[in-house]
């Protein structure tokens, strides 16, 4: 399986700072996918991130809110712009890789935001 | 409408015990693939299993099995021999549009799995 690093694993925010999160796959993948994960809730997926474009945003979140930059082929990074309480999640990269028997997603450890 | 349907917020088993736990899902595609993860108190999502809308037979990999009924639309993972480690919160998720890896997951509720001694 691949290896996904993200940064970092929890923190703790204050209200109104921004904070970047990064995710490192140990191989070239075209599409890394971000999702938010609200204590006690299902993952939701915030945008897809592929190199070279624009992310794409699901309905309900903004550019503006969560910036990402997707430099390469191995690396993207989240931004939670202007953090509220309401954003305290945990907040995941994946990615889809090629097995002999099918793609799979796999995700990283996950970043825990606590904003207070 | 919900694509994934987990309909167990949480399931109680006890250690060796079997333990199935529900999912349906509904889609137009033809082609798609359906997924389950566990995931620890430490907030990781862990890769169980994986079953393609074509495979023809029942994916299996270790103790997890995925019961795949493709005219029911459920796909409910079995989990044989649980152990305590078995304790998790269980996600079933679907991609559509098939195995091109550029679209990403729907993920169902989950269900709370608590193994008993």
């Known amino acids: 399986s691949a290896v996904i690093s993200q940064k970092p694993s929890r923190d703790i925010c204050q209200r109104g700072t921004s904070l970047t999160i990064q995710c490192q796959v140990d191989?070239?993948?075209?599409?890394m996918f971000w999702y938010r994960q609200q204590p006690g809730q299902s993952l939701t997926l915030i945008a897809t991130?592929?190199?070279?474009?624009?992310?794409?945003?699901e309905s309900g979140f903004v550019i503006d809110k969560f910036p990402i930059s997707r430099p390469n082929l191995t690396f993207s990074t989240l931004t939670v712009s202007n953090m509220s309480p309401e954003d305290s999640s945990i907040y995941l990269c994946?990615?889809?890789?090629?097995?002999?028997?099918?793609?799979?997603?796999?995700f990283g450890e996950g970043s825990w935001l606590t904003v207070v | 409408a919900q694509k994934i349907t987990q309909t167990q917020p949480g399931m109680f088993v006890q250690e060796k015990e079997a333990v199935t736990l529900d999912c349906t899902y509904d889609?137009?595609?033809?082609?798609?693939?359906l997924f389950w993860y566990k995931q620890p108190s430490s907030g990781e999502m862990i890769f169980l299993i994986y079953?393609?809308?074509?495979?023809?037979q029942n994916a299996t990999e270790g103790r997890y099995s995925l019961n795949f009924q493709k005219a029911r639309k459920s796909a409910n993972l079995v989990i044989s021999a649980s152990q305590l480690g078995d304790s998790a919160m269980y996600f079933c998720?679907?991609?559509?549009?098939?195995?091109?890896?550029?679209?990403?997951?729907?993920f169902g509720k989950g269900t709370r799995l608590s193994v008993i001694a």
């Open positions: 994946s990615v889809s890789l090629d097995k002999s028997s099918g793609n799979t997603i796999y």
């Open positions: 191989s070239q993948v075209t599409m």
């Open positions: 991130a592929n190199q070279g474009s624009e992310a794409t945003y």
């Open positions: 889609t137009s595609d033809q082609s798609y693939g």
């Open positions: 079953q393609g809308s074509y495979d023809e």
């Open positions: 998720a679907m991609r559509e549009g098939g195995n091109s890896g550029n679209t990403p997951l729907v």
